[in-house]
């Protein structure tokens, strides 16, 4: 069993950071694969990053602006994210497989089998 609990989401005016946190927990191995979607109102899911020992990825949209990274001795997955614009705005969810290195890519994990409940981030002009 595998649990996702993030944090750190919040209201920001365009230009400013947050850093949201996941926190895994697992009752036998950890998964190996994470990442974070979101999800703004009235839209599909959106990869934003991805995360897999030590690899990281990115959707084009964030480059630059987001970076994603793994605290193993806190089993804590980061996404902080700078320059914010207003089309950032969504619910942010951390999200966790126990993939392999070569299927561990967006495609699949849309159908990771472990999300969080998500954490709302508004950003504001």
């Known amino acids: 069993q595998v649990q996702l609990v993030e944090s750190?989401?919040?209201?920001?005016?365009?230009?400013?950071?947050?850093?949201?946190?996941c926190e895994v927990?697992?009752?036998?191995?950890?998964?190996?694969?994470?990442?974070?979607f979101?999800?703004?109102p009235?839209?599909?899911?959106?990869?934003?990053a991805r995360f897999r020992l030590g690899?990281?990825?990115?959707?084009?949209?964030?480059?630059?602006?987001f970076t994603i990274s793994y605290d193993g001795g806190k089993n804590?997955?980061?996404?902080?994210?700078n320059d914010l614009r207003t089309d950032?705005?969504?619910?942010?969810?951390?999200?966790a497989d126990y993939f392999t290195q070569n299927t561990c890519i967006f495609p699949n994990l849309e159908d990771a089998k472990y999300w969080g409940?998500?954490?709302?981030?508004?950003?504001?002009?």
Do not use: H, I, N
């Not at 927990?25 to 974070?36: E, F, H, I, V």
């Not at 690899?55 to 602006?65: A, L």
């Not at 409940?117 to 002009?125: L, R």
């Open 117 to 125: 409940q998500g954490t709302q981030v508004t950003v504001s002009s």
């Open 8 to 21: 750190g989401g919040g209201s920001v005016q365009a230009g400013g950071s947050l850093t949201l946190a």
């Open 42 to 48: 009235g839209k599909g899911r959106e990869r934003v």
């Open 38 to 40: 979101r999800q703004a």
């Open 55 to 65: 690899e990281t990825f990115y959707d084009d949209s964030v480059k630059g602006r």
């Open 88 to 95: 950032d705005t969504a619910s942010y969810y951390c999200v």
């Open 76 to 81: 804590t997955l980061y996404l902080r994210m």
């Open 25 to 36: 927990s697992a009752t036998q191995s950890r998964p190996k694969c994470l990442a974070w």
